[in-house]
Structure formats: structure tokens, C-alpha cells
């Protein structure tokens, strides 16, 4: 019971964190980081040492069937220590926003375990309907901190993302279902494929929830309204952490039963023009959240063209994105709540200068930047993964090179382009950022992912998800 314990932790101590928020969003804060850390001690044991844990019998219907391995162990331990992080970067923020709102911010500590402890559960569950209804706990708990702690027409907001998150989790739901008619009751990936076969329907039905759910080109709609409005602590999860869910779910079920390989091709050019497409909508903004939105989009390019490859090396390269676009992308976010509560703007072009106002502030956004990009940071080998699985599916087709090439060049561009208008020209302001527990996440966050670049840790984490999607994959 151990796995489902880590996953309900967090739920449970929600309800003290609601009690204490009523007098301190510090101490929240610090009780819904706590909550975090068996989850985070469990997956890292699994991830750095390429151990597998499982729970539950996997007969019949057995609704307390978990498992966790190094592919979505990696998942699990993105979620956990990006959450804690959030969870410390939280009380500063939510105090400013409690003040403008003029209510407390007991809700949103009551709510975030249950958001991250759902998120942990989806990716730890066996069994495909607890999957779902864990997705479904994630959810309902994102929706009530938007609407009461989000910025713009929140209800507005709430209902857009009510009816797309849901439109996409009720497919993927009918594609579970279609599945439990043929008998198969468990996430293939956990049970090594085992009882599947060909399904295009299922496969359909799961493959355009996932896509919703990843927000990519043509379904992305909703993605930068939602995270642009969200309360920024929400925003560093669920841009980073709850949209890579489709992803998994991809990788772990829909490829599994895929009708025939002329889909996974086909999967591959709309991936590349996905990460372009973000790419280049995410240069054109002026507001820094919804700039981060649109990098998401792209982002998820990237995540859903490892999946698309269908090799092992895709499959690796895909973990290995959710875990730097996880930090990368919160490291980021967070920055923008702290530009929110201390410069008062979320314009870009009202920026400029900013390393000399907060030094620390500008080396931990450049960090989270070249994870992006795949540079000096665990999204380098990230990406270094992707190419390989890229040239090994492609292999002679040189013409295929260049979109993939461009998909770089994009990501590359917004991503020092931003940093030069944000950081970097005459400085716009004489004053300096605090020094307080908001600045000092960010800067763990982006410590934490060059350290992740390092060796052992990176080649340490690469080769475990190699050995188990090796073994589990559904190319085998």
C-alpha cells in the first residue's frame, strides 16, 4: 500500500493545510510541501535506482493495482518535485492575490493536494478507469482554483476549461471503456502489453483526448487562456505537469493498440508542426504568461513526437522532456509571479534590464530558458535522445532533417529572444527584487535541473528508462 499511501498523503494533509492557510499561507505553504516528500523519496528511488514497484494483485478488476517504474517513475518524480517547489514558491504570491481578491487562501491549499496528489495517481494507477478518476480529482481541483484565484473573467475561464478538459478526458474514458469490453483492464506499458491487440476505434478515441489534454496544434485553444489567467502557482503545474498527462497516455495505452504503423508517421509531422507552431506564436507575445502558454504548445511538439517515433529512444527522449519541460517550465512561471507581485506587469515590453534588478532571478529564468532550448541543462539530453530517435526512424531521409532542424531553430529563437527584451538593454528599473522563499524556489528549481545535466544523475536516469521501456515497449 505504500504507493497509494505516497499518492493520498498529499490529499489528506490538504485539509490541514486548509485549516492553517486560515491563519497563515506560509504555513500552508510549507504543509503542502511536506506532503510532497514521500511521493518525491518513492519515485526517486525508482528512477535513480531503476527499481520497479508494484502493488495490487493485476487480476480481474483490481482497483488497487499500481505500479511504478522508471518511464512513468519519471513522471510521478517530475510531479512531486515540481510541486513541492510550487508549494514553497506559493505564499508570497498567494497573499498578494488574497489582498486584491479580498478572501483568503484557504481554498487554493485545500484544493493543491488534491491536485498534485491526482496528477501522481494517474500516472501511478494500473488499472485504466482508477487512471481516469484520478485525472478526474486533478481536474475538479484545478477548476476551483482558477475560478476563485484566477485573473480576467474567471468564470469565464473555468467553464473553457471545464468543457475542453472534459471533452478530452470523456474520449479518452469511451476509449478505456472499449478496451475493458475486450478484456483489458491495465495500462499496457505496466503489464508489459500483455492482452492487447489492434483497436482503431479505442486507439482514436484516446489519441484525440490525449491531444486535447496536450493542447496541440488545432485543439491548443484553450491552453493559453487558461494558463494565462490561472493563479501563477497553478499555471507552474499545469502547464508544465497536467498537459504531458495526454502525452503518457499516448505512450502507455494508445500506442498499444494502434491499428497500423502508417499512423505513427503521420503522428510524427503533426508533432513537428505542433513544437513549430508554438514555437513561433509564443515569439509574437507580449504577455510573459501567455508567451510561456504558447511555449508549452510547442513543447508538447516535442513530448508527442518522442511518443510518435514508436522506438526506445523516443520513448526515453519523451520521459526525459516532461522531466525538463517540468522544471524548465516552472522555473519560468514562477518568475512571472514573481514579476506579477513585485513589478506589478506581465507586459514584456515594458520590461528590460532586469538581471541588474534581481541577478539571481535572471540566471535561474535563463536556466529554465535552455531547458527549453536543450542547452547546458537536463533538456539537453533530452533532446540529444529525441535526435537519436529521430535519425534512427528516419535514418537516410535526409529531407525529414530539416523540419526537425526548424523545430530547433524556432524553440531557439523565442527563447533568447526573450531573455534579451526581459534581461538584458537599459534597465527600466532602479529599485531591486527581495530576497524571499518565492526567489529562493525558482532558483532551487533551476539548480536542481543543471544538476539533473550531470553525471551520474543524467546518465543514471536516461538508462534506466531505457531498460524498462525496452523492455515493455509496443514495438517489441
Given at each position: ?245 495526454g502525452g503518457y497516455l499516448i505512450a502507455s495505452v494508445a500506442m498499444y493498440v494502434l491499428p497500423n504503423s502508417e499512423w505513427t ?146 524553440t531557439g529563437i523565442y527563447a533568447f529572444n526573450t531573455i534579451r527584451v526581459v534581461f538584458f538593454g537599459p534597465p527600466k528599473r ?47
Open positions: 500500500m505504500m504507493i497509494l499511501i505516497s499518492v493520498l498523503f498529499p490529499m489528506i494533509l490538504s485539509f490541514v493545510a486548509y485549516a492553517a492557510a486560515k491563519r497563515s499561507a506560509y504555513m500552508a505553504g510549507y504543509i503542502s510541501a511536506a506532503a510532497l516528500l514521500p511521493l518525491l523519496a518513492l519515485s526517486a528511488y525508482v528512477v535513480f535506482g531503476g527499481v520497479d514497484l508494484s502493488e495490487g494483485t493485476f487480476q480481474g478488476f483490481d482497483v488497487l493495482a499500481f505500479r511504478i517504474m522508471p518511464f512513468n517513475g519519471v513522471f510521478i518524480f517530475t510531479v512531486a518535485l515540481v510541486g513541492l517547489f510550487v508549494a514553497l514558491f506559493s505564499p508570497p504570491y498567494m497573499e498578494h492575490r488574497s489582498h486584491e481578491l479580498g478572501r483568503d487562501s484557504a481554498v487554493f491549499y485545500l484544493t493543491y493536494g488534491f491536485f498534485v496528489g491526482g496528477l501522481a495517481g494517474a500516472f501511478a494507477a494500473a488499472n485504466l478507469v482508477v487512471v481516469y478518476v484520478f485525472i478526474e480529482v486533478a481536474l475538479i481541483a484545478s477548476l476551483f482554483q482558477i475560478l476563485y484565484y484566477g485573473y480576467g473573467d474567471r468564470v469565464r475561464i473555468t467553464v473553457m476549461y471545464l468543457v475542453w478538459s472534459h471533452v478530452g478526458a470523456f474520449l479518452v474514458l469511451a476509449g478505456f471503456l472499449l478496451l475493458y469490453l475486450k478484456g483489458v483492464y491495465y495500462v499496457p506499458l505496466l503489464i508489459g502489453g500483455r492482452g492487447t491487440g489492434p483497436d482503431a476505434l479505442a486507439f482514436v478515441l484516446i489519441l484525440i483526448g490525449s491531444l486535447i489534454k496536450m493542447a496541440t496544434l488545432g485543439v491548443h485553444m484553450w491552453l493559453p487562456y487558461v494558463h494565462a489567467e490561472a493563479p501563477t502557482p497553478l499555471s507552474a503545474l499545469l502547464s508544465p505537469v497536467l498537459v504531458g498527462i508517421q503521420w503522428l510524427v509531422y503533426y508533432a513537428v508542426a505542433t513544437a513549430i507552431y508554438g514555437g513561433l506564436m509564443a515569439f509574437l507575445q507580449r504577455d510573459i504568461k501567455r508567451l510561456f502558454a504558447y511555449s508549452t504548445v510547442s513543447q508538447m511538439g516535442y513530448l508527442l513526437l518522442g511518443v510518435a517515433l514508436a522506438n526506445v529512444y523516443g520513448y526515453t527522449a519523451a520521459a526525459l522532456f516532461y522531466l525538463s519541460h517540468g522544471l524548465g517550465k516552472a522555473v519560468l512561471f514562477m518568475t512571472a509571479g514573481y514579476f506579477i507581485m513585485y513589478l506589478g506587469t506581465r507586459d514584456v515590453e515594458k520590461m528590460g534590464g532586469l538581471y541588474g534588478w534581481r541577478p539571481e532571478l535572471a540566471g535561474a529564468a535563463i536556466v529554465g530558458f535552455l531547458n527549453l532550448a536543450g542547452i547546458l541543462s537536463i533538456g539537453m539530453i533530452s533532446e540529444i535522445t529525441l535526435t537519436v530517435g529521430y535519425a534512427q526512424y528516419f535514418q537516410t531521409d535526409y529531407a525529414f532533417y530539416i523540419p526537425y532542424a526548424l523545430v530547433l531553430l524556432v532602479e529599485d531591486r527584487g527581495p530576497v524571499d522563499i518565492a526567489l529562493a524556489s525558482i532558483v532551487a528549481v533551476a539548480f536542481i535541473s543543471l544538476l539533473l545535466f550531470i553525471p551520474p544523475f543524467s546518465n543514471t536516469i536516461a538508462d534506466n528508462i531505457y531498460k524498462a521501456v525496452g523492455a515493455v515497449g509496443p514495438w517489441r
